[in-house]
C-alpha cells in the first residue's frame, strides 16, 4: 500500500517520514512518498477556518488525485499574547513569500516589551483512504518563545519555541528529540492507528 504525504514543504516530508519510519511495526507494508512524486497534484487552497479542516481539505484532494492513502496535516503557532496569532495562518503571516526569518522576526517584533511568551504549536493531521470520510487527530504541544532564535535544526518558528520541560528550542534540541514531543509527534502517534 502507498501512503502520499500531501505536502511540498520537504521539512514536513523529512520530518513526517522520520516518524513514520520509527514504528516500522505499523508501517511494514506501506510506501510512504511526497507529492514531489506526483508534480501535477493539485495545488489545493488552505482556506479553512480550523486546521482539521485544511488537513481534511487536503488529505481529501490527494487521496481523489493519486487514487492512494493520503495523510495531511496543518498546523500553527498560537501566542498568547497575540491572542493566538499567528494561529491558522502561521506560514502567511508575513506575507505569501516570507521566509522563516522573515516570520521570526516578524513574531519577535510583535512581542517586544511582553513578558507573557505562553505559546502552543498545534497540529491537525488527517487520514483518507479513497472515496471515504477524513478521519483526523490534533496534537499540542506547549511551551513559550525566546527573545532570540536559537539552534540550526526543524523548520518554521523551531528557533523560537521551547517546549515545557526543556530549555533548549526546537531548533536545539534536534529532530530526534522534536520528533517524540512535538505537536505533529503527538498527532501522528493517534494517527497511526488511521492508517
Same mark, same amino acid.
Given at each position: 500500500?502507498?501512503?502520499?504525504?500531501?505536502?511540498?514543504?520537504?521539512?514536513?516530508?523529512?520530518?513526517?517520514?522520520?516518524?513514520?519510519?520509527?514504528?516500522?511495526?505499523?508501517?511494514?507494508?506501506?510506501?510512504?512518498?511526497?507529492?514531489?512524486?506526483?508534480?501535477?497534484?493539485?495545488?489545493?487552497?488552505?482556506?479553512?477556518?480550523?486546521?482539521?479542516?485544511?488537513? +481534511? =481539505?487536503?488529505?481529501? /484532494?490527494?487521496?481523489?488525485? $493519486?487514487?492512494?492513502? @493520503?495523510?495531511?496535516?496543518? %498546523?500553527?503557532?498560537? *501566542?498568547?499574547?497575540?491572542?493566538?496569532?499567528?494561529?491558522?495562518?502561521?506560514?502567511?503571516?508575513?506575507?505569501?513569500?516570507?521566509?522563516?526569518?522573515?516570520?521570526? +522576526? =516578524?513574531?519577535?517584533? /510583535?512581542?517586544?516589551?511582553? $513578558?507573557?511568551?505562553? @505559546?502552543?504549536?498545534?497540529? %491537525?493531521?488527517?487520514? *483518507?483512504?479513497?472515496?471515504?470520510?477524513?478521519?483526523?487527530?490534533?496534537?499540542?504541544?506547549?511551551?513559550?518563545?525566546?527573545?532570540?532564535?536559537?539552534?540550526?535544526?526543524?523548520?518554521?518558528?523551531?528557533?523560537?519555541?521551547?517546549?515545557?520541560?526543556?530549555?533548549?528550542?526546537?531548533?536545539?534540541?534536534?529532530?530526534?528529540?522534536?520528533?517524540?514531543?512535538?505537536?505533529?509527534?503527538?498527532?501522528?502517534?493517534?494517527?497511526?492507528?488511521?492508517?
Amino acid at each position: 500500500m502507498k501512503l502520499v504525504l500531501a505536502t511540498h514543504n520537504q521539512g514536513k516530508v523529512k520530518e513526517l517520514t522520520k516518524m513514520l519510519r520509527s514504528d516500522a511495526g505499523t508501517l511494514q507494508q506501506i510506501e510512504v512518498v511526497s507529492l514531489k512524486a506526483y508534480p501535477d497534484a493539485p495545488e489545493v487552497v488552505e482556506d479553512g477556518e480550523t486546521y482539521m479542516e485544511n488537513a +481534511a =481539505k487536503k488529505a481529501s /484532494a490527494i487521496a481523489e488525485y $493519486t487514487g492512494c492513502l @493520503a495523510l495531511a496535516d496543518d %498546523a500553527g503557532l498560537e *501566542v498568547d499574547a497575540l491572542n493566538g496569532a499567528p494561529g491558522i495562518n502561521s506560514k502567511r503571516w508575513a506575507g505569501e513569500d516570507a521566509t522563516d526569518a522573515i516570520r521570526i +522576526a =516578524k513574531l519577535l517584533q /510583535a512581542l517586544e516589551g511582553s $513578558t507573557d511568551r505562553r @505559546a502552543r504549536f498545534i497540529a %491537525a493531521i488527517a487520514v *483518507v483512504h479513497p472515496n471515504s470520510v477524513p478521519k483526523g487527530v490534533l496534537g499540542v504541544c506547549e511551551g513559550y518563545i525566546t527573545h532570540a532564535p536559537k539552534g540550526e535544526t526543524g523548520f518554521g518558528y523551531d528557533p523560537v519555541f521551547v517546549p515545557d520541560g526543556y530549555e533548549q528550542t526546537f531548533a536545539e534540541l534536534g529532530e530526534d528529540i522534536k520528533n517524540q514531543i512535538s505537536h505533529r509527534a503527538k498527532a501522528l502517534q493517534q494517527a497511526l492507528a488511521l492508517l
